[in-house]
């Protein structure tokens, strides 16, 4: 169901726009420049009613009613399969059996400032949040003003929950850089306007804290309440807490980064181990543990990324924070660059000891590009997205599965039922 902001509506027709604002009788709101669109009423299905299958009869109503059906909530089995391209106005977001790579519920969401923000989160039925996304909606491009929104969408997907953002945050949107916190009740960002970490009350719908920390970020391991993230300059480990209230604070630092640290743009997190990896700029892996809080002993890296013939790019830990995986390009230049290689392989290595578990090459995968790898929930599969077998001068999107106890194979799909090419896999949440 695609989705039109409310501030969309600038874009219709003038005659549409003259006509919708002929039948309102409200002259008051005309003249604040306040126009009432009318809706249009949807029920459930019901007997007799098709969506999408059959022809139906069509009736003597007009306009006809329109019937919407509810969602299938994302199972632990599934990840999220996001559109690829960089500039789009809305990104398609499929949830996925990777197994079968069979495509089920579909949303369509608003861009982030630079890479896409979504969060999907496992459900049990079709009213549990299903999918957030931190928006941006541009009615005019880059020259219009812009409404910047986190919406939740489950349900039928017409009335996603929306908490407007304040005109002047700008929501980080590197992944790793905002998170849920496990209750479902917050969404934590660090603000690009703010330098500092915005919430936002995702029942109340409206921010409801913040504290500019300048120096520290941009990441957001959250442990409940408790948010944990890096100074890189005067090599700390930070500690932010955000209260019943959702106002988050300041509580510890602690200096225990080497010297020689270097931070990067993106890292991930363990959720059930309470680990979070950072593979920095010169290759050093550091797996941070914060199951007993900020850690106050030294923290060293378990070793380094770094290899001969090609750049090491995307990095994930697992949920239990066994393995880890990085991959690399053909080239030496950083994968961010527009000159950087292309994706050849993907190291799988132990998370405690950067030990090599399995090398997995293009050929070995059975695929002639990599476009993507997510964890699964349970942490015991990677799942790599990319181009299967060139037939006839073209590929298809495939999904391998790689056992992380052993990295052999052990699944292999083409992707079915997306309306169009997706890019990028991402793991649900479990909320608590």
């Known amino acids: 169901m695609t989705r039109l902001s409310r501030s969309a509506a600038v874009a219709l027709p003038l005659a549409a726009t003259l006509g919708l604002a002929g039948c309102s009788s409200a002259d008051d709101d005309a003249a604040s420049g306040e126009v009432t669109y009318p809706t249009v009423p949807f029920t459930a299905p019901g007997e007799g009613i098709s969506l999408g299958r059959d022809d139906q009869e069509i009736g003597a109503t007009i306009p006809e009613p329109v019937h919407v059906g509810e969602i299938t909530p994302i199972k632990s089995t599934d990840l999220l399969a996001v559109a690829g391209g960089f500039g789009k106005l809305e990104l398609g977001v499929n949830a996925i059996d990777p197994v079968t790579g069979v495509a089920g519920s579909r949303f369509v969401v608003g861009p982030g400032i630079w890479d896409p923000v979504i969060h999907g989160f496992v459900g049990e039925?079709?009213?549990?949040?299903?999918?957030?996304?931190?928006?941006?909606?541009r009615p005019r491009g880059s020259r219009g003003a812009a409404s910047f929104v986190v919406s939740t969408y489950s349900g039928n997907l017409l009335e996603p929950s929306e908490a407007p953002l304040p005109d002047y945050a700008r929501v980080h949107s590197r992944p790793g850089s905002n998170a849920v916190t496990s209750d479902g009740k917050y969404f934590v960002t660090w603000d690009d306007g703010l330098y500092g970490v915005r919430v936002v009350d995702l029942e109340a719908k409206k921010e409801s804290g913040a504290v500019q920390i300048i120096g520290c970020g941009p990441f957001t391991w959250l442990d409940g309440h408790e948010l944990y993230s890096i100074c890189e300059e005067t090599r700390e480990l930070i500690q932010i807490s955000i209260d019943d209230s959702g106002v988050p604070s300041e509580t510890k630092r602690s200096k225990v980064l080497p010297e020689d640290f270097v931070s990067t743009r993106k890292v991930t997190w363990a959720a059930?181990?309470?680990?979070?990896?950072?593979?920095?700029?010169?290759?050093?892996?550091?797996?941070?543990?914060?199951?007993?809080?900020?850690?106050?002993?030294?923290?060293?890296?378990?070793?380094?990324?770094?290899?001969?013939?090609?750049r090491f790019g995307e990095n994930a830990i697992d949920n239990t924070g066994g393995r880890l995986a990085v991959e690399y390009t053909d080239s030496a230049i950083h994968p961010d660059s527009a000159r950087g290689g292309d994706v050849v392989k993907i190291e799988l290595r132990d998370a405690a000891t950067f030990?090599?578990?399995?090398?997995?090459?293009?050929?070995?995968?059975?695929?002639?590009?990599?476009?993507?790898?997510?964890?699964?929930v349970d942490g015991a599969t990677l799942y790599v997205l990319g181009d299967g077998p060139e037939v006839d001068g073209e590929t298809a999107k495939t999904i391998v599965g790689i056992a992380a106890a052993t990295g052999d194979k052990v699944s292999s799909a083409e992707v079915t039922g997306t309306v169009e090419d997706v890019g990028t896999l991402l793991t649900p949440q479990v909320l608590e």
Request: proline share 8%; charged share 15%; net charge negative.
């Open 355 to 376: 030990a090599p578990v399995k090398t997995l090459d293009l050929p070995y995968l059975g695929l002639t590009g990599i476009d993507s790898m997510a964890w699964s």
């Open 125 to 137: 039925t079709p009213s549990d949040p299903a999918v957030l996304a931190a928006e941006v909606w």
């Open 272 to 310: 059930d181990a309470k680990k979070a990896l950072l593979v920095g700029e010169n290759g050093d892996v550091y797996v941070f543990d914060f199951s007993n809080g900020l850690p106050t002993a030294a923290v060293a890296p378990i070793g380094n990324a770094g290899q001969e013939g090609g």
